[in-house]
């Protein structure tokens, strides 16, 4: 993906009124208008019409012929990944991340949780990939466990083996701690491994088994037990999509261990006293 650039040409020494007006209304647009406090639902031609305004003000005070005033907020990004609605238009996001580098900004841990979340959302999971695969252009860091083991999750079910393969090594760059010391991420490998179900996978799989059947015993199963389905404000937290994703994972391989014919009388013992395995069956 080429880098856009963007070069502002010059008007005269004072600004006209319509360039004050699109100043002033861009500006706007950085900001959360009181219809997006109170979730009030956008029709198509709003939310476009927003995108593009914000995106023509982030495009122009992150170029290289910016104006000192006004600043890009951190919120502005947020702000654009949500009013994207199409993977083409995050790409088009994308595309003004190197100018941000390039101000010497840096990304917030948040702004990347954003990110990824809202390319899971718009089904396009393979451009938060390719952000982070290449640091150098984006500047994008993955630092935090919730980030990585939401770009696992986005990836390990409905694209390649080695998307979260590439997922995995990012691990070890970005200085996290090891995939196969954290129950959720290392279950959602062994389960993406065990799918994949080629003779190099599955030895992939069966590799990981015995750290997951390490975590698993130094986890008390009662802390992953799921909220009730009733409770949509405490299941929508991160948290407890987490657990949710470690259900159904440990359910896949525990199926897979059983059509491999390997011992699983452990696993399903952990699922039982957490609640997953009544939980699957309601």
């Keep these: 993906m080429?880098?856009?650039?963007?070069?502002?040409?010059?008007?005269?020494?004072?600004?006209?009124?319509?360039?004050?007006?699109?100043?002033?209304?861009?500006?706007?647009?950085?900001?959360?208008?009181?219809?997006?406090?109170v979730g009030t639902k956008l029709t198509s031609a709003e939310r476009l019409a927003r995108f593009n305004a914000l995106y023509q003000f982030v495009s122009l005070h992150t170029g290289k012929q910016r104006p000192k005033t006004p600043q890009v907020r951190n919120s502005a990004w947020t702000h654009l990944f949500g009013l994207a609605t199409s993977s083409q238009q995050m790409e088009k996001v994308v595309k003004l991340f190197p100018q941000w580098r390039d101000m010497g900004r840096a990304w917030t841990p948040q702004i990347a949780?954003?990110?990824?979340?809202?390319?899971?959302?718009?089904?396009?999971?393979?451009?938060?990939l390719q952000v982070f695969t290449d640091h150098p252009k984006y500047g994008m860091d993955l630092s935090t466990l919730p980030a990585a083991r939401q770009l696992l999750h986005s990836l390990h079910v409905e694209h390649p083996l080695s998307d979260s393969i590439a997922v995995s090594a990012l691990y070890k760059i970005y200085d996290l701690p090891p995939l196969s010391s954290d129950l959720i991420s290392c279950a959602m490998l062994a389960s993406a491994c065990f799918k994949n179900n080629t003779?190099?996978?599955?030895?992939?799989?069966?590799?990981?088994?015995?750290?997951?059947?390490?975590?698993?015993?130094?986890?008390?199963?009662?802390?992953?037990?799921?909220?009730?389905?009733?409770?949509?404000?405490?299941?929508?937290?991160?948290?407890?999509?987490?657990?949710?994703?470690?259900?159904?994972?440990?359910?896949?391989?525990?199926?897979?261990?059983?059509?491999?014919?390997?011992?699983?009388?452990?696993?399903?013992?952990?699922?039982?006293?957490?609640?997953?395995l009544q939980a699957a069956a309601a």
Excluded at 3 to 20: L, Q
């Design 2 to 37: 080429k880098v856009s650039k963007v070069k502002a040409k010059a008007r005269g020494t004072h600004p006209t009124g319509k360039a004050k007006a699109a100043a002033t209304t861009a500006q706007a647009s950085a900001t959360p208008t009181e219809q997006e406090r």
């Design 199 to 276: 003779p190099e996978s599955v030895a992939v799989a069966k590799g990981l088994v015995p750290s997951l059947r390490s975590l698993l015993e130094k986890t008390p199963p009662k802390d992953m037990a799921l909220p009730a389905k009733t409770d949509k404000a405490l299941r929508a937290r991160t948290a407890e999509k987490e657990k949710a994703w470690l259900a159904w994972t440990l359910a896949k391989i525990e199926k897979a261990l059983e059509k491999q014919g390997e011992d699983f009388a452990w696993l399903r013992q952990w699922r039982g006293e957490s609640g997953h």
């Design 113 to 128: 949780e954003n990110f990824i979340r809202r390319c899971e959302e718009l089904a396009c999971p393979q451009i938060a």
